[in-house]
Structures are given as C-alpha cells and as structure tokens.
C-alpha cells in the first residue's frame, strides 16, 4: 500500500509561486511514474504534470507549460510541482497520484492507482 501525502498549498497573487509537495511511503517509489492533478469542484481532475520514474521523462498539459516544473528526489521519496506566473485559473485542489504498473507517462486520472488527500491552491487576481 502506498501512502501520499501533499504539502505547500496556500493562498498566492497572481504571478505569484507556489511549491509542492509530495511525499510517499509504503512502496517502492523510485520505480513509479508520478503525476500532479488538480480539480475544481464541478469538474473532472485533470493532468498537470507527470514525470517517468527516474525523472528523464516529463510531460506537461499545454496550460501550464513554462510554468511550472514537476521533478522528484528518490532518495526522498518526493515528488515536487515548482508553480511559477501563476494565474486565478490555476485556483485548484491539487492532487499526486501514483501509477505503479505503467512504464510510460500516464495523463488520465484513472490509471493512477493512489493518491494523496490534497492540497488546495488558491491564486487572487
């Protein structure tokens, strides 16, 4: 079972940063690709961000792309979404999900098998 637990949500102006984070326990974290959503109530949860398991792979939904940077230590067992220019639209709650029986990159919510409790993201014009 692995567990997830985000961090450094908050309320930010915009063009404002943001950091979050991730951290894991409970499984074998090196060998999962990880990914950031997020969701506004209403709507279905969306990609943000993924990195491959040894982080030399990334993938960025076009909204947020020059933005923000996902990447991950692990030997920390944390993943990080580095939040840059941001803007009201951002205004989520932000989730990180495991997918830990895929090689390659996965951008649907489902084919992540865990998740983490959230992280509200909040950004005032």
């Known amino acids: 079972q692995v567990q997830l637990v985000e961090s450094g949500g908050g309320l930010v102006q915009a063009v404002g940063s943001l950091r979050l984070s991730c951290a894991a326990s409970?499984?074998?974290?090196?060998?999962?690709?990880m990914g950031w959503f997020r969701q506004v109530v209403g709507q279905e949860r969306e990609i943000v961000a993924a990195i491959h398991w040894n982080g030399g792979v990334t993938y960025y939904a076009d909204s947020v792309k020059g933005r923000f940077t996902i990447s991950r230590d692990n030997a920390k067992n944390t993943v990080y979404l580095q939040m840059d220019s941001l803007e009201p639209e951002d205004t989520a709650v932000y989730y990180c999900?495991?997918?830990?029986?895929?090689?390659?990159?996965?951008?649907?919510?489902?084919?992540?098998?865990?998740w983490g409790q959230g992280t509200q993201v909040t950004v005032s014009s």
């Open positions: 999900g495991a997918d830990v029986t895929r090689f390659a990159i996965a951008r649907r919510s489902w084919q992540y098998e865990y």
């Open positions: 409970g499984g074998t974290f090196s060998s999962y690709v």
